[in-house]
């Protein structure tokens, strides 16, 4: 199924789509990607919010262009991977029987999945503004994510669907 798809189908219901992405077999490549894709697309959110401030500010836009790809695109795949290898050893502390793929899949996904919600966050950061709204959206993307990410986790190291 196409990502797309899966993306949507991940609304409905996160643990059959985690559940089916890890029967078509352990693929590092596939969650590498994952993971990359959520973090291209985290920087390219970014990118309404770094102008509204440079405009602002009359801060140099390259440079904060420079400091976001940085931080998103280098830094937080490999903070990702820690937090997934920390899930794991914390779910085997709970009896889980999964793998530390199933664990970096989960995250990785639900990163993915969530993406049209970080991309909205991004368009309010940069045409409102901090306010109400943007801590609604933002709210919002915490809320999913973290269902997404649970429901996948749940599925990957015990292998229940919620």
């Known amino acids: 199924m196409a990502v797309t ?4 189908a991940t609304y409905r219901g996160p643990g059959r789509v985690v559940a089916r992405l890890l029967a078509m ?14 973090c291209v697309i985290a920087f390219v959110a970014q990118m309404p919010a770094l102008a509204r401030q440079a405009h602002l500010t009359g801060e140099d836009l390259d440079m904060l262009m420079g400091g976001a790809l940085l931080g998103t695109v280098l830094i937080l795949p490999l903070v990702l991977y820690v ?11 709970f009896r889980a029987r999964g793998t530390g793929y199933g664990a ?7 990163g993915l999945a969530s993406s049209p ?3 909205l966050n991004g368009l309010v950061a940069g045409f409102i503004g901090p306010g109400p709204a943007l801590s609604l959206v933002g709210f919002i993307w915490l809320l999913i994510f973290a269902w997404f990410w649970l429901a996948g986790l749940r599925q990957a190291e015990w292998g229940q669907n919620p």
């Open 25 to 38: 077999g352990q693929r590092e490549d596939r969650a590498l990607a994952f993971v990359m894709g959520f």
């Open 117 to 119: 919600l970080i991309l």
């Open 83 to 93: 937090i997934a290898g920390l899930t794991h050893v914390l779910a085997r502390l």
């Open 5 to 8: 798809r899966d993306i949507v």
């Open 104 to 110: 970096r899949l989960a995250l990785f996904w639900a």
